[in-house]
């Protein structure tokens, strides 16, 4: 089993920035790939970032390529999603998931774990 946690949501004036984090415990977590997801009011869950064991492969949506970063330290088993010049249509719950392919994927099929998720809301 694995324990996936989300952190660092919050409430933010648009144009600024927030960094999520997700803490993960149980089963090994280095040789796996990581994602990002959220969720906003009334709409499916999307895609936003992938990032593979290494941290050399990462993948992103058009919506948030450019502003968007993801990183992970497996040392401390936490994958990382840095957010800048955040616009309101980024207000949703975001989610962390694991999945033990190699391969990236923005299919949220593809993922074994999820975390609870983090609120972002970003103000006009």
């Known amino acids: 089993q694995v324990q996936l946690v989300e952190s660092g949501g919050g409430l933010v004036q648009a144009g600024g920035s927030l960094r999520l984090s997700c803490a993960a415990s149980?089963?090994?977590?280095?040789?796996?790939?990581m994602g990002w997801f959220r969720q906003a009011p009334g709409k499916e869950r999307e895609f936003v970032a992938a990032?593979?064991?290494?941290?050399?492969?990462?993948y992103y949506a058009d919506s948030v390529k450019g502003r968007f970063t993801i990183s992970r330290d497996n040392a401390k088993n936490t994958v990382y999603l840095q957010m800048n010049s955040l616009k309101p249509e980024d207000t949703a719950v975001y989610y962390c998931?694991?999945?033990?392919?190699?391969?990236?994927?923005?299919?949220?099929?593809?993922?074994?774990?999820w975390g609870q998720g983090t609120q972002v809301t970003v103000s006009s």
């Open positions: 998931a694991l999945d033990y392919s190699t391969q990236l994927s923005t299919s949220s099929g593809n993922y074994d774990y």
């Open positions: 149980g089963r090994t977590f280095r040789y796996t790939t």
């Open positions: 990032i593979n064991w290494s941290g050399r492969s990462t």
